[in-house]
């Protein structure tokens, strides 16, 4: 048994029964619920958030240190590599935005094994891009599907979004593909961290807790579309009344709901504490980020400071004679 | 090579079973074999390094300095503050594990913290810790751990386990890349003296004579003058005159003293006054060398930033000093890093040289036209490419080549193709390495980063099992005889990774091969190749068998 992820798997059924048990208590406790913590929630979110990438902001790039994955930018009939060892802005660009939609370095991930005599190769294993992508795709679409509740009228790109979403259309209601997946792809991803025995090993607590709260979200929220039937007009009324700073409770939502926005509530709080901020900083990460033209251009630390050196007169000093000697030219006879 | 390494069969146990206790709790193993000796007091003093001692890794007690923990947390918060690098790298892993296996010493050891994920948590595990409210409060539930001496040991021995190689960075998804964490590690460490001597005495000697190896001015010249006669030898009769400190040149050229010092460095040391005698022979090429700036590593990159500063100093004073043109650099990994990526930066702007410019091809080198320093790859691609070179690569056809992309050139600058196209051109035989080992993805030799030690041999031989292995592969799929590289250490470190694993492949710079096959202007006779190794074919006539005749 790892403590890691029952730490973190305690964690998460305790706070399963607080919101259970606050959503059955009474119209105060559901107020809490639905209200005072999910706003407290935004409110540290945001603050917080914003602190992380203001500290990170604060510490400067002393050096132009790209990670170079391909040829550089040399002679002109050298072809280069503008993606992968970019030599332009746009080439840093286009390298972001294909590493932060697409993962591209995952895509490229093998397997090390061992065959026989002992000899390792290695292979591309890319189930970890799929459910990566697969994860962070769904849960983006789930995201942004649930601003539903929060604008009136609906925006269209939202129900656009949707249409897409429910294309295949399965019995009533409609199933909305990116849900399905997100629940998959988050038991897929916690599957692994358990079974893979190096992943197991690097494994912290801090690495479970969010994936049982999110499987825990995503799971809740499948029970309140499919199975439970949510009071789907009345969770719109409460999601506006938090939009439009009228915040109200309506009665008869059920507890499952409240069980969402609770996990819901504490994935935003926690979030800027945890590793969940690789979501900023991707964009900040100088290895990825920066041009590789520090030949050409050149790169200002704003913390450089002269160091002590040994001077070519201080060399000359010390063996001055022995090079007279060997016939090499010196500065002072 | 150490007597006591074990054979490699005997060696090669690849396990990767991941132990059941919990990494946090398990206290780090130094074993002889393993770890490279301590830094020598007087190197750390002589390049006025603090806390200099004498201390041994194996003693219970390494002699720290009293408030060790106090300046490690000050070193530490002075870092997060001035890199950016290492701040993010500190919060955003999410430990997927894609970077697990991709390092050679994991593959080599199965040892679970040299995974670049556990080696980072190393310090992470300290830094949440110290630095984060969440670490304070949860401790060892949330991966904080307070900084022992235990934890200290554990840094020591697993940062000095890493040859900032970056092959994890490429397969990270955030682009963390451990070099960078490596980096900072060792900076907290040489804060209370824990270097080792591979290191601190190379840097010691670079600050005083110029290069690692301590070798002083008149000495230097003297063994560029053994070339000299060796070329005399082996290139049939062709004199060439090197210059030293000589004003006035248009081009300064600096490269690795580890190639003035040792086979078969030695080869690519002549091949490049072979280059440059024929250059001037044929176009008036003007270079000299310098004694003062005698060195293109620098160790001090392995030791500190401001380290790697006072000695890449040398290189634009002697520019300047010389009044030269532009700086011409040698084959060297790390190097190419310094250079790349962090000399414009720390000792530029070198407004006293100018925008380089091939003499020979009037090829501009845009893309080095701050930094006023360009790759001799760069430069003899680009003669090649405009035929300046009359070269006979059947002079190199006993030779079956492969090339080993060395981890700095590939992953901190990009030189790729350079290399690649001057190689094919001087050989007709060349295999290239299986994709995942090669190019961005290659693998380290294992000893970089100050690792190339003779006590360390086990743990050296064992972190270049993932290179050794490519090599084998093309050796015994194409016949590969000859492994090529464009860095010193890698002349230094493959020859021994060679001979325990694949004893058949010999070590060859690219230059080397380059000198072989060119024709020098008024040679006569000249049947061996630079290690004065007779060339099948071309004996002299009373050897000839008929076989050869007919092929003429």
């Known amino acids: 048994m790892n403590v890691r992820y029952m730490y973190s798997l305690i964690a998460v059924i305790v706070l399963f029964l607080l919101a259970y048990a606050g959503a059955e208590a009474g119209v105060w406790s559901q107020y809490i619920l639905g209200v005072v913590i999910p706003y407290l929630a935004i409110l540290v979110f945001v603050v917080f958030f914003i602190r992380r990438i203001v500290g990170w902001a604060k510490s400067p790039v002393p050096f132009r240190i790209p990670t170079t994955c391909g040829q550089q930018k040399t002679l002109p009939w050298i072809k280069s590599s503008w993606l992968d060892n970019p030599s332009s802005r746009l080439g840093v660009i286009a390298r972001m935005f294909l590493e932060i939609v697409f993962f591209r370095s995952l895509f490229r991930n093998t397997k090390f094994a061992v065959k026989d005599q002992n000899k390792p190769f290695y292979a591309l294993e890319l189930w970890l891009w799929v459910g990566a992508l697969a994860f962070h795709m769904a849960f983006f679409t789930v995201v942004a599907r649930h601003l539903r509740f929060f604008t009136q009228p609906v925006l269209f790109p939202i129900s656009l979004l949707e249409n897409i979403d429910s294309f295949f259309q399965v019995g009533l209601p409609g199933v909305f593909i990116s849900g399905v997946v997100l629940f998959a792809a988050v038991t897929f991803l916690l599957i692994r961290r358990v079974l893979i025995p190096q992943v197991r090993y690097i494994s912290l607590a801090s690495d479970y807790f969010p994936l049982f709260l999110i499987f825990g979200i995503a799971f809740s929220g499948l029970l309140m579309r499919y199975f439970s039937k949510v009071d789907v007009v009345g969770v719109k009324e409460m999601a506006m009344g938090l939009v439009t700073l009228h915040p109200h409770i309506v009665e008869g939502v059920g507890a499952i709901f409240y069980v969402h926005v609770f996990f819901v509530s504490i994935l935003l709080a926690y979030f800027p504490f945890s590793k969940l901020m690789h979501l900023g900083g991707i964009f900040l990460s100088p290895t990825r980020n920066m041009v590789n033209n520090n030949r050409a251009v050149r790169h200002i630390n704003p913390w450089n400071y002269p160091v002590e050196v040994h001077t070519y007169e201080e060399y000359e000093e010390e063996f001055r004679d022995k090079m007279i000697e060997a016939g090499l030219p010196v500065e002072k006879e | ?552």
């Not at chain 2, 010249?221 to 030898?233: A, G, H, T």
């Not at chain 2, 005159?241 to 190639?259: Q, Y």
Request: aromatic share 10%; hydrophobic share 35%.
């Open chain 2, 1 to 552: 090579m150490s007597d006591e390494l074990l054979k490699p069969e005997e060696l090669i146990k690849i396990d990767h079973k991941i132990p059941s206790k919990d990494w946090m709790d398990t206290p780090v193993n130094i074993r002889k074999g393993m770890y490279c000796y301590a830094s020598n007091p007087k190197s750390v003093e002589y390049v006025g390094l603090p806390h200099a001692r004498a201390w041994n890794p194996l003693d219970d007690d390494w002699k720290l300095p009293e408030n060790w923990k106090q300046i490690i947390h000050e070193g530490f918060k002075e870092r997060l503050d001035k890199f950016r690098s290492f701040k993010v790298f500190m919060d955003i892993c999410v430990r997927c594990g894609a970077c697990a296996d991709k390092c050679h010493f994991f593959i080599g050891t199965g040892d679970p913290k040299n995974m670049p994920v556990l080696r980072a948590e190393l310090l992470r595990s300290v830094y949440r810790n110290d630095f984060t409210k969440v670490g304070k409060i949860l401790g060892k539930i949330a991966g904080a751990r307070e900084l022992t001496i235990d934890v200290l040991k554990e840094w020591w021995y697993y940062f000095f386990s890493c040859t900032e190689c970056r092959r994890c960075s490429v397969f990270c998804p955030y682009g963390i890349d451990t070099a960078e964490i490596t980096i900072m590690a060792r900076e907290l460490l040489n804060l209370i003296g824990l270097n080792i001597d591979w290191i601190a005495t190379p840097v010691a000697n670079c600050y005083r004579t110029g290069n690692h190896l301590g070798i002083q001015p008149h000495a230097f010249k003297d063994m560029l003058d053994f070339f000299v006669e060796d070329i005399e030898e082996v290139a049939g009769g062709i004199q060439v005159e090197p210059s030293f400190n000589r004003k006035g040149a248009d081009i300064l050229f600096i490269t690795p003293s580890g190639d003035v010092f040792a086979d078969p460095g030695t080869y690519t040391a002549m091949g490049y006054l072979m280059l440059f005698h024929y250059l001037r022979e044929k176009y008036g090429f003007d270079i000299t060398w310098s004694t003062y700036a005698s060195e293109g590593g620098n160790f001090g990159f392995f030791t500190s930033h401001e380290t790697m500063k006072r000695l890449n100093s040398k290189m634009y004073a002697e520019a300047k000093r010389l009044g030269v043109k532009w700086i011409l650099g040698g084959e060297c990994g790390h190097m190419w890093r310094v250079i790349n990526q962090y000399m414009d930066t720390m000792n530029g702007p070198a407004d006293f040289l100018e925008e380089p410019v091939s003499p020979i091809t009037g090829t501009k080198f845009e893309n080095s036209k701050s930094t006023k320093m360009v790759h001799i790859a760069e430069f003899v691609a680009d003669l090649i490419k405009h035929d300046k070179l009359e070269l006979d690569p059947s002079r190199n056809d006993h030779l079956k080549v492969t090339f080993h992309d060395s981890c700095n050139p590939a992953r901190g600058m990009g030189l790729l193709d350079e290399p690649r196209y001057v190689i094919q051109n001087v050989c007709n035989h060349f295999y290239e390495m299986p994709d995942n080992t090669i190019r961005e993805q290659t693998f380290c030799c294992g000893s970089g980063a100050g690792l190339n030690a003779g006590e360390n041999m086990e743990q050296r031989m064992l972190g270049g099992l993932p290179r050794a292995n490519a090599v084998k592969y093309v050796h015994e799929k194409h016949g590969v005889n000859m492994l090529a590289c464009v860095c010193a250490i890698d002349r230094a470190a493959l020859p021994p990774l060679m001979e325990y694993w694949v004893p058949e492949v010999d070590v060859t710079g690219m230059t080397e091969l380059v000198a072989n096959a060119l024709i020098m202007p008024g040679q006569v006779d000249r049947t061996t190749d630079l290690r004065g190794e007779e060339i099948p074919g071309l004996q002299s006539d009373d050897v000839k068998t008929e076989g050869d005749n007919v092929e003429k």
